[in-house]
Structures are given as C-alpha cells and as structure tokens.
C-alpha cells in the first residue's frame, strides 16, 4: 500500500543510488510540488544539491522575498536567489499569444538556469516538480494542435544542458505531495498553498504584459487572497487567482465618467485540477472583495466573478 513515509523511503534510496557523488540543480517556484521534490533531495543527498529560486518578474506581491526567506530560514535548503525579471520581462514584450508566452517563459527560464550554473560544471542532474497531470495533460496529446496548454516544465530540456532530469513526484497528484510533505516536515502554511503556475502572472495579464499592468494585478489579487485567508475561506477552495481583463469600461466616481480595466476573480473547488467546479463564495464575501480592489487598485472600475466549471473552460484564462 502506498504511504508517503513508504515512499519517502524508496525514493531515497532510489535517489542515492542514481546520483552518487553527483550534484543535483533543483528549480523552485514557490510550490509545493518543487518544494517537497527539494526538501526530499535535500534530506537524500545534502549538499551535493543546489537549488535556485528565480524572480521572473511574474510572481504575487511580495513573493519573492517571502518565500526564499522561508527556504533559507525554515526549510534550511542551499538555495541561490536571482532576480532576472527585467530579462523576463524583456523577453516578453510584444507578445500576446499563451502559447508563445509560455514558450518564451520557458525558454527564458533555461537560458538563467543555464547561466547560473555555467561555472559550476559538476552538476549532473536537474531536479523538477512534475506532477503526473502536468505529464498526461502535456504529453498524451501529442502534436501542436492538440496540446491542452504545455505545461512549461513539461517536455525535456535542451540537450545543449547536459544535464538528466530527476522527477521524483511525476507519478504522484497533488494531495499525494501534500501528504510527503507533510511528513518531511514541512510547515502546514507551506504545504496548503494552492497551485500557482510556472508562468504565473504571466498568463493573468490576458494578452500583452507591461509592468503597470502586472502590478495592478498583484495588488487585486492580493486583495483576494488575503481576505480568504482573513474570512477562513482560503482552505474552502482549490485554487484562487485574479485576472486583468484586456478590456477597459466605462464606470463613474464622484461627477467623473471612468473608463478602466476589470478585473475577474476565479475561484475553484477540484482535487486535482483536471476537472474543476467554481467555488460558491459567500455573495458578502464577494461584495467585500470586489469593493476593496475597485476603491483601492487604481486603474480598476469593474469585478466580474468566473462562474464557469472545467471542463469546458480552464482553470486560468490562458
Ligand atoms: P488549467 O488552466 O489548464 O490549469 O485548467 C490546471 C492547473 O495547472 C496550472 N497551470 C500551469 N502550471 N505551467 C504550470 O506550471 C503552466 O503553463 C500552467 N498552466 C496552467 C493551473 O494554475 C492549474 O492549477
């Protein structure tokens, strides 16, 4: 029967034997999933794991310096912080398409991996959160066409790297990581984090990114994670997320006619994000929220809430 302790204990093992004396490069976001996949090789093979935390530029409000404090001072895991959002953001300028933007995301996020470890030719393999529906939604519909979303983490790497991937969790859903976690001792505010995607703000902004608008984002999805925490709701729903909408109407403040962004607020109940309901929030709660982002964000007249389930619509917009 499957336990986490079980597999904790295997995996270890299996660990050990396939890197040796090697050293392992291990990607965090933030999450969950790549945080247990660290944390695990961490406890397997010790030092001979780096792992670094990139800022894309595309991250929550004060994410960053949040979360690699945590790293550093409770998990204790070596861990090298850069911020390369400007190169990011760069990268990304111009563009509009998911795809494309996920391809760039993607790809931008190989060439700073690349550069952090140029100097560092010891290290042998790539560590990854890859959890089994990021696999079968990438890879079981195989062809351009027919891929769902690519799900960036997906998919192999350049072979100019040199390096193997270790995907210690791709057979596991996200409550089977939750539960290694857990038991690798990792704190309860971390595990219960919801999903956020590789791309992050990056598919949030719909259409064309600039930094006015992902900051505007971050401030109203802000306002709506917090008040979840603050009305116990946070844990009532899977996953949670703010939206900028590419579309500007017309509001009125005061004497003054507006014509601002909107916001969209999704909230879902799932189990593991292949099939997802939207949340029932309390209608005060909403009104709440939606009072808070329109009087406080600048720049936003108008919330509308997702009340579209998955299938047939997304979890994200994009
Ligand atoms: P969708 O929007 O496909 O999302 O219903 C299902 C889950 O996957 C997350 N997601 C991503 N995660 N890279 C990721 O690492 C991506 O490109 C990506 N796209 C979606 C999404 O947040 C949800 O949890």
Redesign the pocket.
């Known amino acids: 029967d499957w336990t986490a302790a079980s597999f904790i204990e295997t995996e270890i093992k299996a660990i050990r034997e396939k890197v040796g004396k090697d050293k392992v490069i291990c990607g965090l976001s933030g999450g969950v999933d790549s945080t247990v996949v660290a944390t695990l090789i961490h406890e397997a093979i010790g030092d001979q794991l780096l792992c670094i935390f990139v800022d894309n530029g595309l991250l929550r409000k004060n994410e960053y310096e949040n979360v690699l404090q945590t790293y550093k001072d409770h998990l204790h895991l070596p861990v090298k912080g850069i911020d390369a959002s400007d190169l990011f953001l760069d990268n990304l300028k111009g563009v509009s398409d998911p795809e494309e933007k996920?391809k760039i995301i993607g790809n931008t996020f190989i060439d700073v991996f690349d550069k952090a470890i140029e100097n560092e030719k010891e290290y042998k393999y790539l560590a990854q959160g890859t959890l089994y529906p990021?696999v079968i939604?990438s890879v079981s519909f195989k062809g351009p066409s027919a891929t769902?979303?690519?799900?960036?983490?997906v998919g192999g790497l350049p072979e100019k790297m040199n390096l193997d991937l270790i995907e210690p969790v791709s057979e596991l859903f996200k409550d089977e990581v939750r539960n290694v976690g857990r038991e690798l001792g990792i704190p309860e505010k971390f595990i219960g984090r919801h999903?956020?995607?590789?791309?992050g703000m990056g598919?949030r902004v719909l259409g064309e990114l600039t930094r006015e608008k992902l900051n505007l984002l971050r401030e109203a999805d802000d306002i709506f994670i917090q008040s979840l925490w603050d009305h116990e709701l946070y844990h009532e729903v899977w996953?949670a997320l703010a939206v900028l909408l590419p579309v500007q109407s017309v509001g009125v403040m005061g004497d003054e006619r507006t014509y601002e962004y909107a916001v969209a607020l999704r909230a879902v109940t799932s189990l593991d994000?292949m099939t997802?309901d939207w949340a029932h929030l309390p209608y005060e709660f909403l009104a709440e929220v939606s009072n808070r982002i329109i009087n406080e964000v600048r720049g936003v007249n108008r919330v509308v809430y997702d009340v579209s389930s998955?299938p047939p619509a997304?979890?994200?917009w994009e």
């Open positions: 996920r990021d939604e769902i979303k690519s799900h960036h983490n999903p956020f995607p590789g791309p598919i996953q994000g997802a998955k997304t979890i994200e």
